[in-house]
């Protein structure tokens, strides 16, 4: 079973950048893909970004390549999502997410393991 921890959220003018972090528990961390979702309130969770287990292949939403990064440290048990030029249509809930099948997958329904989201504020 595997714990995740987001962090690195809070309060960002528009163009600025936040680095999230996901802190995750277990010994299998590194067979697991790793995924970023985000939640808007009154709409629902979509995909951002996505690593398999090695960090080698990487998947984005389309609106967001060029502009968010994700990455992770298998040595530290950490994934981490890199965003610059921030908007404030990026203002949500970031959740950190690990799937079993160590695979970069971008359907919330392919994940196993969720963080409680840390809160992403982007004001204008």
């Known amino acids: 079973q595997v714990q995740l921890v987001e962090s690195g959220g809070g309060l960002v003018q528009a163009g600025g950048s936040l680095r999230l972090s996901c802190a995750a528990s277990?010994?299998?961390?590194?067979?697991?893909?790793m995924g970023w979702f985000r939640q808007a309130p009154g709409k629902e969770r979509e995909f951002v970004a996505a690593?398999?287990?090695?960090?080698?292949?990487?998947k984005y939403a389309d609106s967001l390549k060029g502009r968010f990064t994700i990455s992770r440290d298998n040595a530290k048990n950490m994934v981490y999502l890199e965003m610059n030029s921030l908007k404030p249509d990026d203002t949500a809930v970031y959740y950190c997410?690990?799937?079993?099948?160590?695979?970069?997958?971008?359907?919330?329904?392919?994940?196993?393991?969720w963080g409680q989201g840390t809160q992403v504020t982007v004001s204008s």
């Open positions: 997410a690990a799937t079993m099948s160590g695979r970069a997958k971008i359907a919330n329904i392919d994940y196993n393991y």
């Open positions: 277990g010994r299998a961390f590194s067979s697991y893909g």
């Open positions: 690593l398999n287990w090695s960090g080698a292949l990487t």
